[in-house]
């Protein structure tokens, strides 16, 4: 039963622009490059939350064919597969990425310092820089992993310690996911085949244990395999998959890989959304935040304004991780514990104890003022119909006092619990008001109420209706009949429990209760 209450939203603080400054804007080999903002088309896919995206246009160089990222300091470095290095320096606002604000970008060189010359040396492919501060960087058709002290410097050595995934790949089929942590790395080698493993974890004494990587459902059978990866400084690491097929485009998609190897879908990403043939994917951790960003691989053929048909573009996209579930406001024994106040305490009234598993809730339902409501909700307890159910929703609200919000319980749909839905009767005819510990029915509009309710913590005065409003539905407002006079201590720690972050549609992801709290008996208290 989805609803969204109208709230009042206040300023919270003055909103401050995070921008970073632009790398080496003073060097002769920093440019501004031409972008556009570039929208993915969904606001989420799967578990990730999309924070902006911009598209990168051919400038003074060819900015094209990136293969893999990796974040560090305050930029985004990059390889592509002519065989250069990258460094991108990012604008962002309020957490969301909208542009490239500078580009720095030279030849990665060998061991003697010379330039990479031709696609089969310089096909760089995988890039990530270990806890030492040595960059390792994998490179396909002449396969081989070098080190670099400094990417703008010669090559200091090889990488021996992933060669168990070199001999087994063809020219085009090599090591494509380089990703270091504290005490590892990850590498995995462009191909998914159960007999034949495709990943290695490396430990800082230089053991590799090979396992295999499988693609993930949406997109193993279009031939998805690990392109780039990612890891956290706990050693979880996020591996992205591509694909692409002629009769569908592009497809892409990102595991979570626990530091046992455990695998957890977090998206796939596919048509119609706005996407091409992804190939790079760094984590940023942040206190209270972790972003990953994704860039595609055009080989080296960029879109210009004209959008020519059968182009590619460079598209730099930003998604944001699950967190922590946010930490419930705790509830206050003095100020949250105190019952609700029956604005009528004269008028006619039944008592109703809901027993929880967390205790008791005592609510004197309004029959005189609000006959149809009040009486409608003595059904469900006379039958029965609200023993075995829960209040599954908890909702922080703004208030003077803390904590404010409120808690929802019921039936919630169940075909075999609701009975009709009832006439609407708005405060404005009933007198009540949603003051702390109002009883009032969920809805989805006037008159479809059925089963479901919530109990208010603290004033909650704009759900009550309002006959000068324009919107008919907030003129009706919600149908207050009932006001929880014992308990409230209860309710508070129903507001206090554990929330889903990912559960819920809409404005109700992440106010789900988990576990949702029981509802054992709702009867009639004894005269």
């Given at each position: ?118 696609k089969a040396r310089g096909d760089a492919e995988a890039l990530t820089r270990l806890p030492s501060g040595e960059w390792l960087v994998a490179f396909e058709q002449e396969h081989r992993i070098w080190r670099f002290a400094d990417l703008e410097g010669p090559a200091s050595g090889v990488y021996p310690q992933a060669a168990a995934l070199l001999p ?68 979880t690491c996020y591996v992205l998959f591509r694909s692409y097929r002629a009769d569908e485009g592009s497809r892409t998609a990102i595991v979570a890989l626990a530091p046992d190897n455990g695998v957890t879908p977090l998206a796939v990403l596919a048509p119609p959304l706005k996407l091409d043939n992804f190939e790079g994917l760094a984590v940023r951790e942040e206190e209270g935040a972790t972003a990953l960003y994704m860039i595609a691989d055009d080989n080296l053929q960029n879109c210009e304004r004209s959008q020519k048909p059968g182009c590619q573009r460079t598209l730099l996209y ?210």
């Amino acid at each position: 039963m989805t609803w969204m209450p109208r709230i009042a939203l206040k300023t919270l603080g003055t909103a401050l622009a995070l921008i970073a400054a632009p790398l080496a804007a003073e060097a002769d080999d920093a440019f501004l490059p031409e972008t556009a903002p570039a929208d993915l088309g969904a606001a989420e896919v799967g578990a990730l939350a999309f924070r902006g995206g911009v598209e990168i246009f051919p400038d003074k160089a060819d900015i094209g064919g990136i293969s893999s990222l990796e974040w560090h300091g305050d930029s985004l470095f990059a390889i592509t597969d002519d065989g250069r290095w990258m460094e991108l320096s990012l604008d962002e606002v309020q957490g969301r990425l909208t542009d490239v604000a500078g580009v720095r970008l030279g030849p990665l060189r060998d061991p003697k310092g010379a330039m990479l010359d031709g696609k089969a040396r310089g096909d760089a492919e995988a890039l990530t820089r270990l806890p030492s501060g040595e960059w390792l960087v994998a490179f396909e058709q002449e396969h081989r992993i070098w080190r670099f002290a400094d990417l703008e410097g010669p090559a200091s050595g090889v990488y021996p310690q992933a060669a168990a995934l070199l001999p087994a790949g063809a020219s085009n089929e090599g090591i494509e996911t380089l990703a270091a942590y504290p005490g590892g790395v990850l590498a995995c080698g462009e191909w998914t085949d159960p007999a034949r493993p495709n990943c290695l974890r490396i430990g800082a004494d230089g053991a590799a244990t090979p396992f295999a990587l499988p693609a993930p459902e949406g997109i193993a059978a279009s031939g998805g395999v690990p392109t780039d990866a990612t890891c956290k400084t706990d050693g979880t690491c996020y591996v992205l998959f591509r694909s692409y097929r002629a009769d569908e485009g592009s497809r892409t998609a990102i595991v979570a890989l626990a530091p046992d190897n455990g695998v957890t879908p977090l998206a796939v990403l596919a048509p119609p959304l706005k996407l091409d043939n992804f190939e790079g994917l760094a984590v940023r951790e942040e206190e209270g935040a972790t972003a990953l960003y994704m860039i595609a691989d055009d080989n080296l053929q960029n879109c210009e304004r004209s959008q020519k048909p059968g182009c590619q573009r460079t598209l730099l996209y930003k998604f944001a991780l699950p967190g922590p579930p946010a930490a419930a406001p705790a509830a206050d024994p003095v100020l949250t514990a105190r019952p609700g106040v029956r604005p009528f305490p004269e008028a006619a009234s039944v008592t109703v104890v809901l027993e929880t598993e967390l205790g008791p809730v005592t609510i004197a339902l309004e029959t005189g003022r609000a006959p149809i409501t009040a009486g409608n909700f003595l059904r469900y307890v006379d039958e029965k119909r609200f023993d075995g159910t829960t209040f599954y929703r908890a909702m922080d609200l703004e208030g003077t006092r803390k904590p404010s919000g409120l808690v929802q319980g019921g039936t919630r749909g169940d075909p075999k619990r609701i009975r009709p839905k009832i006439a609407h009767e708005p405060t404005s005819a009933t007198g009540l008001t949603h003051t702390h510990g109002a009883l009032s029915m969920a809805m989805a509009a006037p008159g479809d109420a059925d089963g479901d309710f919530f109990i208010m913590i603290e004033d909650q005065t704009g759900f009550d209706a309002d006959p000068a409003a324009s919107d008919p539905a907030w003129a009706a407002g919600y149908a207050a009949f009932g006001y929880v006079t014992g308990g409230m201590d209860i309710v508070a720690r129903i507001l206090a429990a554990p929330r889903d972050p990912e559960a819920g549609d809409g404005v109700m992801k992440g106010q789900m209760l988990e576990p949702e709290v029981k509802i054992i008996s709702a009867r009639r208290a004894a005269p």
